[in-house]
């Protein structure tokens, strides 16, 4: 018998992505599936467009905006399943996606999450900037993937369809393991939105899993749908990333990969400044202070080993901005090494 799934969209004013959407979510050929829209608080009138147009998603209702981080920590408490597809409402699936994806977790027990291949909605020939084949991550914790180097993305010509291990998989369409999501207490729900997920990637591989890639299974994600572009998004970006890296890292990677990234911040943030971005520049500054903040004031949150980046699946040893900005390397085949791509 199949595996439970319950697929789960995370709405907030979403009813154009919905009508749009949730068709192709409905007609997902795999059987023991139910989908579920757990709404963050919306205003507009998303859910009663739901229940009348689409009766056979359940509708579970939060009384306040927790970001994407805290909404499914609230919504996943509600939810039984044996699996979770984590999805935006910006996503359209292909009929087969979910089956690729649960007969490769079923064959390994130690796969916690896993992705599939996100081509952009409205390039189809491109890769999408949330995961396109699979995310990575350099040693100084910049996040990159297959098919996209920061706002590069590349063509999709069939040269990341390999299933393999990763770093992260994106939360546009993450399934994940629902014991391991549990044990693991979640997403760190303080990062509202942007890299919570990598962070969760991160702490599943300390705990002794593999994230997964699997590019058989395709869907076609719109793409910065839920925040919009601006002062809030970067200083999520920088925060959080930079919080990731206190959370995770050991003390002997920590004590000099913090105060470098510090710095390399701090030069896209006056290059911004020159350029006449001055929110690009208070954002990072601002996103910088409040890291230093939870590292006096936070509890943190401890993990019982703390591996070396260089042991965890898909870390690029090297440093991501210089094969990128310096030696103008564009594409993930041509940084990671061949065997990789």
């Not at 009508?19 to 757990?38: C, G, H, Q």
């Not at 996040?143 to 299933?163: A, M, N, W």
């Not at 962070?199 to 590019?215: E, N, S, T």
């Not at 990677?253 to 911004?272: M, N, Q, T, V």
Request: hydrophobic share 45%; charged share 20%; aromatic share 14%.
């Amino acid at each position: 018998m199949q595996p439970s799934v319950a697929i789960v969209i995370l709405n907030f004013n979403g009813r154009n992505y919905l009508e749009r959407f949730l068709p192709s979510v409905i007609a997902s050929t795999y059987s023991n599936k139910k989908i579920v829209l757990a709404d963050n608080a919306s205003i507009d009138d998303s859910i009663e467009f739901v229940r009348v147009h689409f009766p056979s998603v359940e509708i579970i209702l939060n009384t306040q905006n927790d970001g994407f981080a805290g909404g499914y920590n609230w919504a996943l408490q509600h939810v039984e399943a044996g699996y979770y597809v984590l999805l935006n409402s910006d996503v359209e699936v292909t009929a087969n996606w979910i089956e690729p994806i649960i007969d490769l977790m079923r064959s390994n027990e130690k796969i916690a999450a896993c992705q599939p291949k996100l081509l952009s909605y409205h390039q189809p020939h491109l890769f999408e900037y949330a995961g396109a084949s699979g995310g990575w991550i350099d040693s100084l914790g910049y996040p990159f993937s297959r098919g996209r180097i920061f706002d590069v993305l590349e063509k999709e010509e069939h040269q990341y369809d390999s299933t393999e291990e990763v770093f992260w998989a994106t939360g546009a369409a993450m399934f994940v393991r629902s014991k391991v999501f549990h044990a693991l207490n979640g997403f760190d729900a303080s990062f509202f939105a942007h890299q919570e997920e990598i962070d969760l990637c991160w702490r599943m591989q300390l705990a002794g899993y593999k994230i997964f890639v699997c590019p058989q299974s395709v869907v076609y994600h719109v793409g910065a749908g839920t925040l919009p572009r601006g002062g809030r998004k970067v200083f999520l970006n920088f925060r959080n990333n930079l919080t990731m890296l206190c959370k995770n890292l050991p003390f002997s990677e920590k004590c000099w990969k913090l105060p470098l990234r510090f710095l390399l911040d701090a030069i896209s943030a006056w290059k911004g400044l020159l350029t006449g971005d001055t929110d690009f520049f208070r954002a990072i500054v601002k996103a910088h202070w409040a890291v230093v903040r939870w590292w006096i004031f936070a509890k943190k949150q401890q993990v019982k080993e703390k591996k070396p980046m260089s042991s965890l699946g898909g870390v690029f040893k090297g440093a991501i901005v210089w094969q990128h900005f310096i030696r103008n390397k564009r594409f993930f085949r041509e940084i990671v090494e061949k065997k990789h791509a």
